[in-house]
């Protein structure tokens, strides 16, 4: 703000332990914040709920890339088998499904492997190699033992001081405003 | 329901810790950086020289193969399946291990498998690369291995579905994609971990880079638990058709003693048996080089050691079953096989395989022996050298003595087939070693999730510390 | 709190007696069963060996949950434990179940046919394994071994309940693992004489696993069913919650899998070697109308429950998930009798009254002596060190 050339960013408050941050998680959210996130080195439970998250959509994507791998499955089977190069074999008609299961099963977990990770890419918009977020100082804590809450500056409701006075009242450890170009 | 809960006055029955000593978050990330940041040791130039070496011997005798032809192998009429199938078959059983500690106990809940999951997954794929040599080697002309696909090509030719052995090429190159997406994906808070601890800017761009700019949010959390939990899910029927396609290769033949229709779940026993044996070798070795007996605690140990013990079981009971249906099918051959398995030529590696898979294992049936670790040292590759002979016995008693016995004939290995075999150690040791290096060993982020005061209840309870 | 209050406590209550309709319609179903063995003998016996087979699976899945539940040290299932200990305790009564099927041999099995074996150098060659006296002998001695397993584990968990030993959970887990290998055994072999032999010439060396991978899922939908009359009757309601329910289906789901992975591995293999006297199985059971049988088989036991129970929502669905209970007791039913029935009816499916009697019969009994069971103890093993625990449980 003083400096004309840093804007700030976000803001970003450490808490004691995943306990408080589950409890700094209910109150930003309940006081109608959007653009939040809750930063820890490990999954907390009950964060997603604290946070009013909704369930992720991966399962839809893994579904429907397994069911394309099944369809892709049969359908390679039976062109090779039955169109391109028809063979008899212990004369057993040409399309014998029975033989082309284990082909199936395999194209539809790998295509569904494939909806599982990179639909999860997608959803975290991963890679995504710079992040405001970065530019503090403390934040390389998250993936280590530090428990932060970041609000970001493009949250409609974002005020700096607001915020602040929030993450005071929540009892953060330390807060500190994200400034960058 | 909450009076019940209150009135019940229950003893916690404790089994032991996960995580010994009382470790923070910080100290876990710590003791985990540790190895891979604090330079090379000189144990690990020899080891990794030795394996290198190991691995050269290989690669030469395989281009000499390349030149010479599938002849220099032991291989002859009536078998003209060897070493490289044996060979091929181990390797893949020893990757299920891998798998089955980081999904399968995953999906039971078995918090113990967070100290040793992520060095198996780098077990099973190393292992898979060293089994994919062989069918890569096998067929002679390698320059036309693309055959082996469903390309498109100027002679309109495919390859036949039919045939177990392409079934072989989608199981294990699927198992190979998937167990690579799942340990990638495993590694990437851990990588972040490295990132943010890299002292130098270009480790730090580099780690940056794979670890894609997490940021350990719970917006990323969500997706990626429930990635993790997908892959465990898809990995489960994976890892167990693996094996089986790997049995059919065997199974939809009808040679005697291949034609059976356990050999299924038997083949996946054997392999999750011999995985465990295997984790159980280099877990014990790289714990004592890195000190990581706090982490990599006895329990988990005697926990790896119950999973033999069973598995064990099971393969003994595929073993009495066979034997008992050869007998009762009333077919010649099948009872032919199965004699000839246990007195005839081949005896001494049918008693070898009952003596290593189904004997040693009973040793744990003590919880003393459960918990003694030259024993378990012993047993686990005892277990791996028994595993080995039941492929062997598999493949060579069945091809050697088929239905006429005018064609009968006796397999001896040659230099070659023991070199390459050797070689594969060299390709398995040297990945490994660099993983150890290079790369978080233990699960971090996941240890991390199994502290107690990672739940957020504990605060309730204990108050603040 | 000392354990007899809290053993009060969890009583089954006093007004609730869901046995006793269980077995008037068991004693009427062997009633009319009896006058079925008048009219016709030889469809009696097929029937009632589907019906015992059916109900005798379910009770060795309670075996099998139970030792497996104290052999993983599991924690969720602890409030389940009751359940599959009062359907493991009806072994010995089924023992007394089989006493009908020894007169019904000559009907049932091709080779105790002294006449059939004379002329068959094949089944000369099984003489010394299929053979009436050693037949029995297995018999006897499987329901011998079920019945040591299953008392004794009853008898360590009414100890815990009267003093609350954790010692106790360790002597369960000690005794089942031993208990798990002579389990394996018995079910393997009881499969092999009982089913397999009904066709003297067929053999699969993996059918014993699949008759577990059925057994294991009926005592599932068996044990969902019972959980769910209660909380039906406001009994258990906040001990056996969703979460427990969402494990069973998550289960259910899992070994519906396990149970093609095993049906597929033995048909394929057979299908695909085509040596008549395995094809043999398969071929009977595409005959006529069996054909229809084998696809509902195909449709039903795998592919519709899979589709189903893939989802969160579905498993932690009560009315669904009562529903797929019945839908996984019915098509085991199916699957027993599609292995039992196409010896007695080559030429297609053909269903029996006597089917439905001996099946309702047995049936009625399992169910009654069930609850008996059931009743005798807390509804929950009030000792157990984990029981805090399985109740607060969540599906993470």
Avoid at chain 2, 325 to 337: F, H, P, T
Avoid at chain 2, 398 to 409: G, N
Avoid at chain 3, 189 to 213: E, K, Q, R
Avoid at chain 3, 348 to 354: P, R, Y
């Amino acid at each position: 703000m003083a400096d004309q050339e840093k804007k700030v960013l976000g803001i970003l408050a450490e808490f004691a332990n995943p306990a408080e941050l589950v409890k700094a998680a209910k109150e930003v959210r309940d006081h109608g914040y959007e653009k939040f996130d809750c930063h820890s080195p490990f999954p907390i439970h009950g964060m997603d709920e604290a946070m009013g998250l909704r369930q992720s959509p991966l399962g839809f994507i893994v579904f429907f890339m397994g069911f394309l791998g099944l369809l892709g499955g049969i359908a390679l089977t039976y062109y090779v088998a039955v169109i391109a190069y028809p063979l008899v074999i212990s004369g057993k008609p040409f399309f014998s499904f029975q033989a082309f299961v284990p082909v199936y099963f395999e194209l539809t977990v790998l295509l569904s492997a494939f909806g599982a990770v990179f639909g999860m890419f997608h959803l975290n918009k991963m890679p995504q190699l710079f992040h405001n977020l970065f530019y503090s100082d403390k934040f390389a804590k998250a993936t280590d033992d530090g428990f932060f809450v970041s609000l970001e500056g493009e949250d409609p409701k974002f005020d700096a001081a607001k915020a602040k006075k929030l993450f005071e009242s929540l009892g953060a450890s330390s807060i500190e405003l994200i400034e960058g170009e | 329901m909450s009076t019940i809960t209150k009135e019940t006055d229950l003893k916690v029955h404790e089994d032991g810790e996960l995580v010994e000593g009382n470790p923070t978050f910080a100290s876990v990330t710590a003791d985990i950086s540790r190895a891979p940041e604090a330079g090379t040791p000189k144990l690990w130039f020899v080891a990794f020289g030795a394996a290198l070496s190991l691995m050269g011997l290989g690669l030469t005798l395989i281009g000499y193969l390349f030149w010479e032809g599938t002849g220099i192998w032991g291989i002859q009429n009536p078998a003209g399946w060897g070493w490289a199938i044996i060979n091929f078959v181990w390797w893949v059983g020893i990757g299920h291990a891998g798998t089955l500690i980081s999904a399968i106990l995953f999906l039971f809940r078995q918090r113990w498998r967070t100290a040793i999951n992520r060095f198996a997954e780098a077990m099973t794929i190393f292992a898979v690369i060293c089994a994919l040599v062989f069918p890569g080697i096998h067929v002679g002309r390698v320059w036309v291995a693309y055959f082996m696909f469903p390309l498109p090509n100027q002679m309109g030719m495919w390859p036949n579905f039919r045939s177990p052995l392409l079934w072989d090429v989608f199981a294990v190159g699927t198992y190979f994609t998937v167990s690579l997406l799942f340990w990638y994906v495993g590694l990437i808070p851990d990588l972040a971990t490295f990132r943010d601890r890299a002292k130098t800017k270009i480790k730090k761009a580099a780690l940056a880079v794979f670890s894609l700019g997490w940021r350990g949010g719970n917006r990323q959390w969500q997706h990626y638990e429930r990635a993790y939990l997908i892959l465990a899910g898809l990995s489960t029927p994976l890892v167990l058709s693996v094996h089986s396609v790997v049995s059919f290769d065997f199974a939809v033949s009808l040679i005697p003693g291949w034609h059976t229709t356990i050999f299924p779940p038997y083949f996946v026993a054997g392999a999750i048996f011999s995985g465990f044996a295997m984790v159980m070798t280099l877990a014990l070795i790289a714990r004592k080089i890195y000190g990581l007996e706090h982490i990599i605690t006895m329990r988990h140990l005697e926990n790896m050691n119950k999973i033999m013990l069973l598995t064990g079981m099971m393969v003994g009971y595929a073993y009495s079953c066979e034997f008992f249906v050869a007998w009762y099918s009333g077919n010649l051959y099948e009872k032919a096989i199965f004699i000839n398995r246990a007195i005839g030529p081949y005896a001494w590696a049918y008693w070898t395989m009952i003596f290593c898979n189904v004997v040693v294992p009973q040793i744990f049936w003590s919880r003393k022996m459960r918990r003694n670790i030259p024993v378990m040292f012993v047993a686990s590759i005892l277990i791996n050298v028994g595993m080995w002979f039941e492929r062997f016995v598999i493949v060579i008693t069945s091809l050697s003595q088929d239905f006429l016995p005018s064609s009968w004939d006796y397999f001896s290995p040659t230099f070659f087939d023991v070199g390459i075999y050797l070689g594969t150690f060299g390709i398995f040791f040297t990945f490994f070693l660099l993983f150890l290096r290079f790369l978080p060993m233990v699960a971090i982020a996941e240890i991390k999730g199994v502290l107690p005061q990672a739940d957020p209840h504990y605060y309730e309870h204990n108050g603040h510390h | 709190m000392n354990s007899s209050s809290l053993a009060e406590q969890f009583k089954l209550p006093e007004s609730l007696k869901p046995g006793k309709i269980a077995l008037i319609v068991g004693g009427a179903g062997l009633l009319l069963s009896a006058v079925g063995f008048f009219v016709d003998a030889k469809q009696f016996y097929h029937s009632y060996l589907a019906a015992f087979v059916f109900w005798t699976t379910i009770a060795l899945g309670g075996l099998f949950f139970t030792m497996l539940h104290h052999l993983t040290g599991a924690t969720w299932s602890v409030v389940l434990r009751r359940f599959s200990e009062a359907i493991m305790v009806i072994l010995p009564v089924l023992a007394i179940l089989f006493l009908p099927i020894i007169p019904g041999m000559h009907d049932l099995y091709h080779w105790t046919h002294e006449e059939a074996v004379a002329a068959d150098h094949i089944l000369q060659q099984k003489e010394p394994y299929l053979n009436i006296p050693f037949f029995l002998i297995r018999a006897v001695f499987y329901f011998g071994v079920w019945f040591l397993l299953a008392r004794t584990l009853k008898k360590y968990s009414t100890q815990q309940d009267n003093a609350p030993e954790p010692s106790l959970t360790d002597k369960m887990r000690r005794f089942s693992a031993p208990g798990m290998l002579l389990f394996a055994v018995t079910l393997t072999y009881a499969a092999f004489d009982w089913l397999m032999s009904l066709n003297p010439h067929w053999y699969s060396t993996i059918f014993g696993v699949y008759i577990f991978s059925g057994s294991l899922l009926s005592v599932l939908a068996f044990i969902l069913l019972a959980a769910l009359y209660l909380r039906g009757k406001d009994v258990l309601q906040s001990v056996i919650t969703l979460e427990h329910y969402h494990d069973l289906g998550k289960l259910l789901f899992g070994f519906t899998v396990f149970w093609a992975y095993i049906a597929f591995s033995q048909y394929m293999l057979i299908w695909y070697g085509n040596i008549p006297e395995e094809t043999e199985f398969f071929l009977q059971r595409w005959e006529g109308s069996w054909k229809y049988v084998s696809m509902v088989i195909v449709f039903f036991h795998f592919a519709l429950p899979f589709l189903i129970l893939v989802t969160r929502a579905a498993k932690r669905n009560l009315a669904l998930m009562k529903v797929m209970g019945f839908w996984f007791l019915i098509i085991h039913y199916v699957d027993i009798h599609w292995i039992v029935m196409p010896t007695l009816h080559t030429e297609g499916f053909s269903l029996s009254w006597i089917d439905f009697t001996t099946l309702i019969g047995i049936g009625g009994l399992f169910v009654w002596y069930f609850w008996k069971q059931f009743a005798q103890q807390a509804t929950v093993p009030i000792n157990d060190p984990k029981l805090q625990s399985s109740i607060q449980f969540t599906n993470a």
